[in-house]
């Protein structure tokens, strides 16, 4: 049995529009974030809503899935694993942490 060490697993709305891009070799990705909410009461007894975003990735025909049916504020259940990076922008070094997309679930009502 195997046993996944870097797994994430979130339930969310998409920040923005899914952004597809096609590489000189023709392998398909598509990037967008993903917020997540949590509400809790306070101390005070007021009511608080934390909003995480994320980066999220998608390679392949999962990345032409999400770009023909997805869009802003569209709600999804995701896994993935957690992925560090850095890249060079301007002669300053950037850190990113994104989600590698595994597995997708659309959780909107169809449209009629």
Sequence with gaps: MTTLKNNV????RLGNDPEL???DSGKRMT???MATNETYYNN???KVTDTQWHNIVAWGKKAEI?????????EIALQGKLVNRKYE????TKYITEINLNE?????KKEE
């Design 104 to 108: 997708l679930l659309m959780l909107d």
């Design 9 to 12: 697993q979130l339930i969310g």
């Design 44 to 46: 005070s007894g007021e």
């Design 21 to 23: 891009r096609t590489f």
């Design 31 to 33: 990037s967008f974030s």
């Design 66 to 74: 999400i770009d023909g049916y997805l869009k802003k504020g569209s």
């Design 89 to 92: 922008k301007d002669g300053v």
